[in-house]
């Protein structure tokens, strides 16, 4: 059977090159100070735009995944996108390895490895803060096989909720949602997964997290580019 995905998903790599691409791209542009902005607000606004673009494309993944028929190809899909997100995450890890945990905005947006290392980390966090919550059960249950993995993941979803600088409310919203369905940060007392339906059909959550999510991502569409993946 052959899947066809958002280019990004097992293949989340390809995307480095239009980052760094983007990021020199805009170091080469002329300065334009009409709105009193530094070229570090201008690159990291461009940047914020360029990672929803790829929000988008992890919505219709997600979906991709959810709508395959059997448990087993859905676990086999996810345990690949896990080890190509681990691999990735312990890559640009070794880049902030002599870092506190909070970068220096200035100083990051100047260097192009680092901003590209924080945006592969947003990325990669931010889709599998999806896969968490909307299909927890297959998710956990690799994790607990997987423990190596889950630290490299458990290290990226807390290193980028301390360093928010390319996410958008909505992503802000399900990493923190993600981070407690882990238990990785204490739950509150009304804590529930907005993507689990209970008995009777519906959302668990009175919240619109996941509803809100789901509006903002969907009136978008995908790029045209995709990636064949054969199961």
């Not at 002329?30 to 919505?59: D, G, W």
């Not at 100083?107 to 924080?118: A, E, H, I, P, R």
Request: one cysteine or more; charged letters at 25%.
């Amino acid at each position: 059977m052959h899947l066809l995905f958002i280019c990004g998903v097992l293949l989340l790599n390809a995307h480095r090159a239009c980052v760094q691409e983007a990021t020199e791209h805009i170091e080469n542009e002329p300065i334009n100070n009409s709105n009193n902005e530094t070229p570090v607000f201008e690159k990291q606004q461009h940047l914020k735009k360029l990672f929803q673009s790829f929000r988008r494309e992890h919505f219709h993944a997600v979906q991709n995944i959810k709508n395959l028929q059997s448990y087993e190809r859905k676990y086999e899909m996810i345990v690949k996108i896990i080890n190509q997100m681990v691999k990735i995450i312990t890559e640009k890890q070794k880049i902030f390895q002599d870092f506190e945990d909070f970068l220096d905005h200035d100083n990051l947006f100047s260097d192009v490895k680092q901003t590209d290392s924080l945006f592969a980390l947003s990325e990669n966090t931010a889709l599998f803060s999806d896969i968490v919550l909307q299909i927890p059960d297959i998710t956990r249950r690799i994790l607990k096989k997987q423990k190596t993995s889950f630290d490299s993941l458990k290290w990226s979803m807390i290193f980028i909720n301390k360093n928010r600088y390319l996410l958008d409310q909505p992503t802000i919203e399900i990493l923190d949602l993600a981070l407690q369905e882990l238990n990785i940060i204490s739950r509150e007392p009304n804590y529930s997964n907005p993507y689990v339906q209970n008995k009777k059909g519906r959302s668990s959550v009175k919240g619109k997290t996941a509803e809100k999510q789901r509006k903002t991502i969907i009136k978008h569409k995908p790029g045209p580019q995709i990636a064949r993946v054969e199961l």
